[in-house]
């Protein structure tokens, strides 16, 4: 046997050994996805503050569950393709609360309602993310109450401030 029969032999081994460990390691029977199941589209407290909210800024739209890829995008630079690390950072993350002027379209703040699993060092970065896209975020914190008077203290600039551009336009 020549040595480049051997080294072919080799490779050969070495390729069905490979084949065969990763068919072990993903099991025998081939698994097809699992069909999605529904799931609670917003927890009762998120369905409380959008009450509140809808009750102290009708002259707003609201919207719930925003995926962060519907308002962020990766910027073009010239010379350089977006990876798929850029969209990342953002694409699957979800705002609790967009508001909008409904007259203008424009984004007027986003609303987040923190609860026990929010960690306060991702919560910054996020807000620092979306604040250089140019966005506003008000935070309800944990335990704050999902009531009329309570939501008012945290998003009642947006109400004076809607009122005041009325008043002044």
Same mark, same amino acid.
């Given at each position: 046997?020549?040595? %480049? /029969? %051997? =080294?072919?032999?080799? =490779? =050969?081994?070495?390729?069905?050994?490979? +084949?065969?460990?990763?068919?072990?390691?993903?099991?025998?029977? &081939? #698994?097809?996805?699992?069909? &999605?199941?529904?799931? &609670? %589209?917003?927890? #009762?407290? /998120?369905?409380?503050? =959008?009450?509140?909210? /809808?009750?102290? +800024?009708?002259?707003?739209?609201?919207?719930?569950?925003?995926?962060?890829?519907?308002l962020l995008k990766v910027p073009s630079v010239p010379g350089r393709r977006p990876t798929p690390a850029d969209w990342n950072r953002f694409q699957r993350?979800?705002?609790? %609360? @967009? @508001? /909008?002027?409904?007259?203008?379209?424009? @984004? @007027?703040?986003l609303i987040e309602i923190d609860d026990r699993s929010h960690d306060p060092g991702k919560d910054r970065e996020r807000d620092a993310m979306t604040a250089r896209a140019g966005y506003h975020t008000l935070r309800i914190p944990a335990g704050a109450s999902p009531t009329v008077q309570t939501v008012l203290g945290f998003v009642g600039d947006l109400r004076d401030g809607a009122a005041s551009a009325a008043y002044q336009g």
């Open positions: 046997m020549s040595t %480049f /029969e %051997f =080294l072919a032999s080799l =490779l =050969l081994v070495g390729v069905i050994v490979a +084949l065969g460990w990763s068919k072990m390691s993903r099991g025998f029977t &081939p #698994q097809k996805p699992l069909d &999605p199941v529904a799931r &609670p %589209f917003m927890t #009762q407290r /998120e369905q409380a503050m =959008l009450a509140a909210l /809808e009750h102290i +800024l009708p002259m707003y739209r609201l919207h719930a569950q925003v995926s962060m890829g519907a993350k979800i705002i609790d %609360f @967009v @508001v /909008e002027d409904p007259t203008t379209g424009r @984004v @007027v703040a």
